[in-house]
């Protein structure tokens, strides 16, 4: 980790992350390393126990917890049920540590969803009425594993009650997960859309009518649909 740090590029990803004071971010520590350099990393790190893992998503580095993630992901992946309910209920034990948008979305698909997809989607209901916004965006992001397997429902419903969420990585994270939705059933999306739109926040609608054609576009935003 040490040998791959940039500190130019620390310097750029802690303003880009909004890790100054009151910020989502505020103090978080980078080093300056890539996801592709990540996932290089994660491919040499096999074998290695879970218990050490856990440290390094203890880390109060980013990029160590980020790797620590992508390893837990890839483990997630090859593993049979009783090690892949050993990594869920880790995950769900440490979402302190799982603090920032980056290492939510490319770990919350893949682990919690996952996990959830043949269970109870109760822990999602659970997250999304969280005070913790990290919590409430891991329960959106988890859908994505339910829409990539054209399961809209609960990414609809957890939709709904972050409506009046009052974090814009909510709104934007809402907002991706209809986009998302609408790529595969458009009018799933713009059901919900009718019905919602107008109570949306702004940026929330905006992700969710990114695809669409200028001029129903313009109908959304304008409260003209």
């Given at each position: ?8 590029k ?6 880009f ?7 989502y971010?505020?103090g978080?520590?980078f080093?300056?390393?890539t996801?592709p350099?990540?996932r ?12 050490e893992?856990?440290?390094?998503l203890?880390?109060e ?5 980020l790797?620590?993630?992508l ?11 009783t090690?892949?309910?050993k ?5 769900r034990?440490n979402t302190r ?23 109870s ?7 999304a ?11 959106i992001?988890a ?7 054209n399961e ?12 009046a ?5 909510v709104?934007k994270?809402?907002g ?8 595969r059933?458009?009018?799933v ?5 009718k019905?919602?739109y107008?109570k ?5 609608l905006?992700y ?10 313009r ?7």
């Amino acid at each position: 980790m040490q040998r791959l740090a940039n500190k130019e590029k620390a310097v750029t990803l802690q303003g880009f992350f909004k890790t100054g004071p009151h910020e989502y971010g505020e103090g978080d520590v980078f080093l300056g390393i890539t996801v592709p350099e990540l996932r290089k990393l994660v491919k040499e790190c096999d074998g290695i126990p879970i218990t050490e893992t856990v440290t390094f998503l203890k880390s109060e580095i980013h990029e160590e917890r980020l790797l620590a993630l992508l390893m837990l992901v890839r483990v997630f992946s090859e593993g049979d049920a009783t090690a892949r309910q050993k990594i869920y209920n880790l995950y769900r034990k440490n979402t302190r540590y799982i603090n920032n948008w980056d290492l939510v979305d490319l770990s919350a698909p893949s682990i919690v969803g996952s996990y959830l997809l043949d269970k109870s989607r109760k822990p999602l209901y659970e997250f999304a009425k969280s005070r913790d916004l990290w919590k409430r965006r891991i329960a959106i992001m988890a859908t994505f594993c339910f829409i990539k397997q054209n399961e809209f429902n609960e990414a609809l419903i957890i939709s709904k009650m972050l409506l009046a969420d009052d974090h814009d990585l909510v709104h934007k994270a809402v907002g991706w997960m209809l986009r998302e939705i609408g790529k595969r059933s458009l009018p799933v999306e713009e059901k919900f859309l009718k019905q919602n739109y107008k109570k949306m926040p702004r940026t929330m609608l905006r992700y969710a009518i990114e695809r669409f054609p200028e001029a129903k576009r313009r109908r959304y935003l304008n409260g003209a649909v």
